[in-house]
């Protein structure tokens, strides 16, 4: 029987600062609450999520490097499990980073260390990935205390996505996000102002597509985050981890509000939620048998001989000229080799 934590971090400008904080909440938990097998961090929570293409040389670093040492290092001293993501410095070759020409590739990578300070696993994220390369692979991670999938922030929307990780016998769907709200005004983003920055050099009808898509998103935004994907995954045990905090967005000058809300949600009924504060909550989960029975009910009746339109249907390209059209160019920009069967 697993016990699992979720630490929600507030943004700190410095990594070493979010190093330390982050080490320090965690230490305090479990010093009060005793051992936990798994502990996840949110998405960005060592990294500024607004960040500028100028600070991607400093930022980025490669699996493993530096970075991943430092985390396993926690790990260790723990004796536990530890997901948390990072920007990855993949291979060589031409990128484009937010209108700056890199000589390599940039990926946003979830990362799974083993108590031992091990990499146990990586996970390229494959969905919604507008500044970085897209990964293309799925794997779920064996541990000691079950099968781990790794998912960022918006690839947990995406039904394929689960359905794979379910395939593969996943036992729990790690959910690394960064939800957010923008201060001042939540359903506006000062496009005049992100112009002025110099490391941004999309047109300006490009900027103003994109914010109103961001806009549209705002409008129906739900603080509860994990609740949204809830009927998509709620066969399987869901560690959703988030941010909270505010953090200057380097884009526009408004400030982004983390919403919190972490949790470990098993079999769609909340364990245990965190609010909006800086906090870390954990819990034990007992069901894994009860939750491999519900997929096994689930997936045994799949008819793929009826999927075909899956592998046929073109996704968000088919929408028509727009926002698609461009984040489609930049994807291509970036490397990618999109091939679509009609």
């Given amino acids: 029987m697993p016990r699992v934590a979720v630490v929600q971090v507030n943004y700190y400008p410095a990594l070493e600062e979010s190093l330390q904080q982050g080490r320090r909440l965690l230490a305090e938990h479990l010093d009060r609450e005793g051992p936990v097998d798994l502990a996840v961090f949110p998405d960005h929570w060592i990294h500024p999520d607004g960040w500028s293409a100028g600070e991607i040389n400093r930022c980025v670093q490669p699996v493993p490097g530096e970075l991943t040492v430092e985390i396993g290092r926690m790990a260790r001293d723990f004796n536990l499990h530890i997901a948390f993501s990072m920007f990855e410095r993949g291979e060589e070759g031409c990128f484009t980073w937010l209108g700056r020409s890199l000589s390599y590739r940039v990926y946003k990578s979830c990362l799974l260390i083993g108590p031992g300070g091990e990499i146990a696993g990586v996970h390229r994220k494959t969905h919604y990935s507008i500044c970085e390369c897209p990964g293309s692979h799925y794997e ?62 999309l047109e300006e009808d490009d900027w103003r597509r994109l914010f109103l898509s961001g806009q549209r998103i705002l409008q129906n935004f739900n603080e509860r985050r994990w609740a949204e994907c809830m009927t998509l995954i709620a066969c399987a045990n869901v560690i959703y981890a988030n941010n909270a905090g505010v953090e200057p967005f380097m884009m526009s000058g408004h400030v982004l509000r983390y919403t919190g809300n972490s949790a470990v949600v098993p079999l769609g009924l909340p364990a245990v939620e965190a609010g909006g504060q800086e906090t870390v909550v954990s819990c034990r989960l007992d069901n894994l048998e009860e939750s491999r029975e519900i997929r096994e009910l689930i997936l045994r009746d799949r008819r793929p001989d009826t999927y075909q339109f899956l592998g046929r249907h073109p996704g968000w390209l088919a929408a028509g000229p ?13 490397g990618g080799k999109r091939q679509l069967s009609r």
């Fill in 322 to 334: 727009g926002l698609e059209d461009m984040l489609a160019s930049n994807w291509q920009r970036r």
């Fill in 140 to 201: 779920v991670f064996a541990t000691s205390f079950g099968r781990v999938a790794l998912l960022s922030c918006g690839e947990a929307s995406v039904p394929e996505v689960v359905r794979i990780y379910g395939l593969l016998n996943a036992d729990f769907l790690v959910w690394l996000s960064t939800s957010f709200e923008t201060e001042l005004n939540p359903r506006v983003v000062d496009t005049a102002t992100a112009l002025r920055n110099p490391d941004f050099c």
